[in-house]
């Protein structure tokens, strides 16, 4: 079974930096300009961890089974304030743990979490080339609420 613990302040001292660079590559990844994801991310971020520390309603957890972390798992409060809805931003398995059923079960402890702080709704968005997380995603049930699309010419 999957328990969640929050990361070390001294584990975030590295985590928030590559956290940061890691969302600005996927959101390049997924076909945003250079010059826009990097603007948009380090802006999000900045506000998400003032200082390189989460603010206020932001958890960054380890995944813990059998006492040994396997992966990472980041909840907050949704922009726009919605007091039902939390969010995964940010879910990992590290990679020596993958292809054993962790994702699921991360995702699961994410929506006990969810409902242990007085939540009722679980949103999340995936990156377009991410179709592993989508197919898992589908698989637990989560309904798309919104697609984005793009075409370079």
């Known amino acids: 079974m999957i328990t969640l613990t929050d990361k070390t302040a ?3 001292k590295t985590w928030v930096p590559a956290m940061r660079e ?3 590559a ?3 990844e997924a076909g945003e300009r250079p010059e826009s994801a990097r603007t948009a991310g380090t802006g999000q971020m900045d506000q998400l961890f ?3 520390v989460p603010a206020e309603g932001q958890h960054v957890m380890d995944a813990v089974l059998d006492g040994e972390v396997v992966g990472t798992l980041w909840m907050g409060r949704p922009f726009g304030g919605d007091e039902t809805m939390w969010f995964v931003f940010y879910v990992e398995i590290d990679p020596a743990h993958r292809g ?3 994702g699921r079960a991360v995702m699961q402890a994410a929506e006990a979490w969810t409902a242990e702080h007085g939540g009722t709704r679980v949103g999340l968005s995936v990156m377009g080339p ?3 997380a989508r197919s ?3 698989s ?3 309904e798309v609420m919104a697609t984005g699309m793009y075409k370079d010419l």
Do not use: H, W
Request: proline share 4%; net charge negative; no cysteine.
């Open 140 to 142: 637990l049930g989560y």
């Open 130 to 132: 991410n179709t592993v």
């Open 10 to 12: 001294e584990a975030l």
């Open 100 to 102: 054993r059923g962790l």
């Open 136 to 138: 898992l995603y589908d």
């Open 50 to 52: 003032p200082g390189d």
């Open 26 to 28: 996927q959101r390049i």
């Open 22 to 24: 890691s969302y600005i």
